[in-house]
Antibody
Framework: QVQLQESGPGLVRPSETLSLTCTVS??????????WGWIRQPPGKGLEWIGN???????QYNPSLKSRVSISVDMSKNQFSLRLSSVTAADTAVYYC?????????????WGQGTLVPVSS | EIVLTQSPGTLSLSPGERATLSCRAS???????LAWYQQKPGQAPRLLIY???RRATGIPDRFSGSGSGRDFTLTISRLEPEDFAVYYC?????????FGQGTKLEIK
């Protein structure tokens, strides 16, 4: 059973960079079948896709966040990371790391438990 | 950007009843890229249906999905107490994954 676990600072100051890491256990990340990414959910609101990194290192980002987002992967540690720069209070959300299955029909089949990242001074 | 509109916003039903949740897209969506998720308070979303009608691993057969083009439906045939939650539809199109705003299924 694949498990994903987010980690990172519990609070980020406005204008700084939010950095989160997702550790994947139970399977290797090194497969073209899967893509790895991030989805966020502001408190009491809906889900917003942030972006994904694909086998080979290609990335795809939500156009609304593209200028501030970077996703990278470290296969040797079975981890991938999110960086979101110039944050404001609007970036306060629960951040989920996810696995996206690419075969047959695209779907986010495994999710981390989520980590709440407040943006506040 | 394809916008997904879910209805109703809140659905009040009793255990044992049938639930029908709707997801309408602003443009046609490939059925291969339409999925449904269930989210309970304090938990991450859980994949229920993908490819518009395929049940994910471990999902009971009381959950079913249907639809094509712009209109998709999630049906729960006989509600169990654990089914009361928020449900989201999700699509992929134009290099963007988007979610509906959610339908809250509450106990009547």
């Amino acid at each position: 059973q694949v498990q994903l676990q987010e980690s990172g600072p519990g609070l980020v100051r406005p204008s700084e960079t939010l950095s989160l890491t997702c550790t994947v256990s139970g399977d290797s990340m090194n497969s073209s079948t899967f893509s790895w990414g991030w989805i966020r959910q502001p408190p009491g609101k809906g889900l917003e896709w942030i972006g994904n990194i694909f086998y080979g290192g290609n990335t795809q980002y939500n156009p609304s966040l593209k200028s501030r987002v970077s996703i990278s992967v470290d296969m040797s540690k079975n981890q991938f990371s999110l960086r979101l720069s110039s944050v404001t209070a609007a970036d306060t959300a629960v951040y989920y790391c996810t696995r996206l299955v690419m075969v047959l029909a695209a779907r986010f089949d495994f999710w981390g438990q989520g980590t709440l990242v407040p943006v506040s001074s | 950007e394809i916008v997904l509109t879910q209805s109703p916003g809140t659905l009040s039903l009793s255990p044992g009843e049938r639930a029908t949740l709707s997801c309408r897209a602003s443009q046609s969506v490939s059925g291969s890229f339409l999925a449904w998720y269930q989210q309970k308070p304090g938990q991450a979303p859980r994949l229920l249906i993908y490819g518009a009608s395929r049940r994910a691993t471990g999902i009971p057969d009381r959950f079913s999905g249907s639809g094509s083009g712009r209109d998709f439906t999630l049906t729960i045939s006989r509600l169990e107490p654990e089914d009361f939650a928020v449900y989201y539809c999700q699509q992929y199109g134009s290099s963007l994954y988007t979610f509906g705003q959610g339908t809250k299924l509450e106990i009547k």
